[in-house]
């Protein structure tokens, strides 16, 4: 069976966000990945497994060694999906906030 990974379920996980900021430093090998969490290599070689098929992660073999390389043209696509929202809220943040001083001044 062949499933599709959802790329915002990938990144709900907090090993792999933490594993895409590792990563997103450096290209890595799964063992230096797996070297910073307290999990089950195979447990860290799951999370990477999803992470590439969203696409968030590449591969590139040098010898015997697999890297895994931070894709930034897939978190791109990830931010430009967000960026609607965070300008949604900042304006509402910035309603509040000249609500408030209004609310202030009149103390």
Not at 52 to 63: A, K
Request: hydrophobic fraction near 40%; aromatic fraction near 10%.
């Amino acid at each position: 069976m062949n499933l599709r990974r959802d790329v915002f379920q990938a990144i709900a996980d907090p090993t792999r966000r933490a594993i895409l900021l590792l990563v997103a430093a450096q290209s890595m090998t799964a063992g230096a990945i797996a070297a910073n969490f307290d999990t089950a290599r195979p447990t860290v070689s799951k999370h990477l497994q999803i992470l590439t098929e969203c696409e968030l992660l590449q591969q590139e073999q040098h010898g015997r060694e697999i890297y895994y390389h931070f894709n930034a043209k897939k978190m791109k696509e990830v931010a430009d999906f967000i960026e609607p929202f965070r300008k949604m809220w900042d304006d509402r943040f910035n309603k509040l906030e000249a609500v408030m001083k209004k609310y202030k001044t009149k103390k």
